[in-house]
């Protein structure tokens, strides 16, 4: 009575699917992404068949929905497909709604000309589901019940037991898929036998395209991604025991309790700048410039702030955004525009600001930057323009960064229609909505191509949205930004990952050109013992629960395990932004443990003042070598080292070495690993051609375009893990390296 059969229409996905493979889906906005198996699809028809059983809130809003209504999202097809073979003799094992993921698995195995045995179990006859279905291609159907309403009384081992203890019956192969613990008693029984045995994982999910890692599994001792790597592995090696722990963590209520949170309300954002400021002349003389001192950026107070999840910078008023802007020098050499990887004209914006012309401010920073609120909050200026600021050299620095953001927030504020360019009737395709993939369409939409975003979550943006905090990046202006790609004529389809949905090939089939732009992807982790118990995150995992599925809202649908004492792991940004979440979410303690000194930290001097003012603890020259956990799988401890700095590494850095017996014990409820990521598979492993280097990174010429004519690649995929900024700069690159590759060429729709 609570086990559903929904027909979805989804062509892509439909044309696509492979047996084994699933989907992410989402209700509603604001709800939880939940992995469903693909049980069956209709090429033809553009539908597929999802079994669900109504256990939660999440799967009843998803049942719930009318013949005729809409899912929210519906993104894949996802997960590695079965590799089907020609054993002989299979036994497919379905446990409950289980047997709905074994349907596809067993047809195409049937297919392949197995003799295929299925054993279905459940708890009562309406728990047993697909019995006639799995009939037509199966030469022997066997049920059984735990209270005997239909078929043998009994656990589905039991049939097994008999079919691997009778040699004339006995499998070559068997296909599990079920309950935990199900797979983990029927991998045991075979185990004496040698028969290969596959089971299926759908472990925790969050994203479902390896970038959070929360689906990670032990297998055969090393830690795999179930969304990547799987869902289907060798049962023989799966550590079931960590597995059934790591699931049972959201039912365990000690850990999700409500931070004790300080909501600030309006008054957190009346600390404004109150100083008169006096008004400037008309003509000042550069030695008048030097003379007018850096102004400061008004921010909440650090008690409230360090409890809540508005923004902490408060912004510029006019006046001082008028007098900081005066203090530029207008040089000739212009040194700031090379310190700028999207090469925005630095100089004029600020002497138009200065006069207090924002128009003209606003209209020049937009032409060249797409994306001139969310640099204005998070580019680390400091060690780019700034830090070429002749102005700098004999004092402080223009803020050029506080005044992007002053000129971008009042051009929303004050809205103007943008000029759209004539039409070149071709088309341009963009994989990936970050920063780079959001600059790439700017560029393009400008210059009069037809642009498509594809982007694998249920929402644009990508790190902007999922890796960012709100009180360093309100989600507000990020979709701000998108809204304005979307004035200029970009199209952005979310839910299509490229590599699964569509390949690169087939994009090529549809567009003139293509920019590929999906990020780095895979999260790195520690490798140290205890690396799977509860209360271990990615921080991509951590961030994404918290920023893109909104975790720390008292009615999100998707946890988050919260702890009085927290440990991040690293010193760069990704670092900074978990600790201080951590703080957010209730932590009394909340430290990041750096394994060099504060002096090689790449995280923002700011970002660091923010940290230290919201009551953030930093340990440097420390190393995590185990986490401990306690009787019931949870986080107790780390087991830490400390280091000292020796001889350079090959990054430039003093080479962090173990102290002999420094060991000292950590208490941590919650571990938070931000050490960086690597290259994610998805799209590079169906890419026939593409080029990677031995980290799994595109291969880029000085154009920015690939070993595949008319396909271009930039950011994360191409340089590892960097900045927001740099991968803007790689879109703005890319776009005019394809406006001149399109020169002449026939557009592909004239070409079909």
């Known amino acids: 009575e609570n086990v559903y059969r929904l027909v979805v229409?989804?062509?892509?996905?439909?044309?696509?699917r492979q047996p084994g493979q699933f989907v992410i889906v989402r209700s509603a906005e604001g709800r939880e992404r939940i992995p469903l198996t693909i049980a069956d699809a209709d090429a033809k028809a553009g539908t597929i068949v999802l079994i669900i059983q109504a256990v939660g809130t999440g799967t009843r809003e998803i049942v719930d929905i009318p013949v005729g209504g809409s899912l929210r999202d519906v993104a894949g097809p996802l997960g590695k497909h079965t590799e089907i073979e020609k054993f002989g003799r299979v036994?497919?094992?379905?446990?409950?709604?289980?047997?709905?993921?074994?349907?596809?698995?067993?047809?195409?195995?049937?297919?392949?000309?197995?003799?295929?045995?299925?054993?279905?179990?459940?708890?009562?006859?309406?728990?047993?589901?697909?019995?006639?279905?799995?009939?037509v291609f199966s030469s022997q159907v066997l049920v059984t019940t735990e209270d005997g309403s239909l078929g043998e009384k009994g656990l589905i081992t039991a049939p097994l037991g008999k079919l691997l203890a009778d040699e004339s019956q006995r499998p070559a192969a068997v296909f599990a898929v079920g309950p935990v613990m199900m797979m983990a008693a029927i991998a045991e029984q075979t185990r004496p036998y040698k028969v290969k045995t596959i089971v299926s994982l759908n472990p925790i999910m969050v994203d479902g395209t390896g970038m959070c890692g929360g689906c990670r599994v032990t297998v055969g001792g090393k830690i795999l991604f179930a969304c990547v790597d799987g869902p289907e592995f060798d049962g023989h090696l799966v550590d079931f025991k960590e597995l059934s722990s790591r699931q049972r963590a959201y039912g365990e209520n000690r850990h999700l309790a409500e931070p004790a949170a300080v909501h600030c309300d309006d008054h957190c954002h009346l600390e404004e700048q109150i100083a008169v400021l006096e008004a400037l002349p008309a003509d000042l003389t550069p030695k008048a410039r030097m003379a007018i001192p850096r102004t400061s950026m008004p921010e909440q107070a650090a008690g409230p702030r360090s409890r809540n999840f508005k923004e902490v910078n408060l912004g510029l008023a006019e006046a001082a955004a008028v007098r900081e802007a005066a203090r530029c020098l207008s040089c000739k050499t212009r040194p700031c525009i090379?310190?700028?990887?999207?090469?925005?004209?630095?100089?004029?914006?600020?002497?138009?600001?200065?006069?207090?012309?924002?128009?003209?401010?606003?209209?020049?920073?937009?032409?060249?930057?797409?994306?001139?609120?969310?640099?204005?909050?998070?580019?680390?200026?400091?060690?780019?323009?700034?830090?070429l600021c002749v102005r700098g050299k004999k004092g402080e620095a223009v803020a050029v960064g506080w005044l992007e953001r002053f000129?971008?927030?009042?051009?929303?504020?004050?809205?103007?229609?943008?000029?759209?360019?004539?039409?070149?009737?071709?088309?341009?395709?963009?994989?990936?909505?970050?920063?780079?993939?959001?600059?790439?369409?700017?560029?393009?939409?400008?210059?009069?191509?037809?642009?498509?975003?594809?982007e694998a979550l249920h929402d644009a943006g990508g790190v902007l949205r999922y890796g960012i905090p709100e009180f360093r990046l309100p989600k507000a202006i990020v979709d701000r930004e998108v809204d304005n790609l979307k004035k200029l004529g970009v199209d952005i389809q979310c839910n299509v990952v490229v590599g699964k949905t569509l390949t690169i090939g087939q994009i090529m089939e549809q567009y003139d050109a293509c920019f590929v732009a999906n990020g780095a992807g895979l999260p790195v982790f520690l490798n140290v013992r205890g690396e799977n118990l509860k209360g271990v995150y990615s921080a991509n995992e951590y961030l994404t629960r918290v920023n893109l599925m909104g975790a720390y809202k008292p009615d999100s649908r998707t946890p988050v395990v919260r702890g009085k004492n927290v440990v991040v792991f690293g010193g760069g940004h990704t670092a900074m932004d978990g600790v201080r979440t951590a703080r957010r979410l209730g932590a009394s303690r909340a430290i990041l443990a750096y394994r060099r000194s504060r002096a090689e930290m790449p995280a923002r001097l700011e970002e660091v003042r923010h940290a230290e003012q919201e009551g953030i603890e930093f340990m440097f020259l420390?190393?995590?070598?185990?986490?401990?956990?306690?009787?019931?799988?949870?986080?107790?401890?780390?087991?830490?080292?400390?280091?000292?700095?020796?001889?350079?590494?090959?990054?430039?850095?003093?080479?962090?070495?173990?102290?002999?017996?420094?060991?000292?014990?950590?208490?941590?409820?919650?571990?938070i690993v931000a050490i960086g990521t690597s290259a994610n598979p998805l799209l590079t492993a169906t890419c026939t051609g593409l080029k990677v280097n031995k980290w799994g990174n595109i291969e880029v010429d000085a154009d920015q375009m690939t070993s595949l004519p008319g396909v271009f690649a930039g950011g994360d995929i191409v340089r590892g893990g960097a900045t927001v900024i740099l991968a803007m700069g790689d879109g703005k690159r890319a776009a005019q390296a394809i406006d001149k590759y399109l020169a002449g060429k026939v557009p592909a729709g004239a070409a079909r």
């Open 91 to 135: 036994v497919c094992v379905g446990g409950g709604v289980g047997t709905a993921v074994l349907y596809p698995l067993a047809k195409a195995l049937a297919e392949a000309g197995n003799e295929v045995i299925t054993l279905i179990g459940g708890r009562s006859a309406p728990y047993v589901i697909l019995k006639d279905d799995l009939a």
């Open 407 to 454: 000129v971008a927030d009042w051009d929303a504020a004050n809205p103007s229609e943008p000029a759209l360019p004539p039409r070149k009737g071709q088309s341009v395709a963009v994989v990936g909505s970050g920063p780079g993939g959001l600059t790439a369409a700017g560029e393009l939409a400008r210059l009069g191509y037809d642009v498509t975003i594809l």
């Open 338 to 387: 090379e310190g700028c990887p999207v090469r925005v004209r630095i100089p004029e914006f600020l002497e138009h600001l200065a006069a207090g012309n924002f128009r003209a401010a606003a209209d020049i920073l937009r032409a060249d930057n797409a994306l001139p609120a969310t640099t204005g909050r998070v580019c680390p200026q400091e060690v780019q323009c700034e830090s």
């Open 622 to 671: 420390v190393n995590p070598l185990e986490i401990l956990g306690d009787e019931k799988g949870w986080v107790r401890a780390v087991r830490m080292q400390r280091m000292e700095l020796g001889e350079p590494d090959a990054s430039g850095r003093r080479r962090p070495v173990p102290v002999q017996g420094s060991e000292f014990e950590l208490p941590a409820e919650v571990a």
């Open 9 to 16: 229409a989804a062509p892509r996905i439909a044309q696509a």
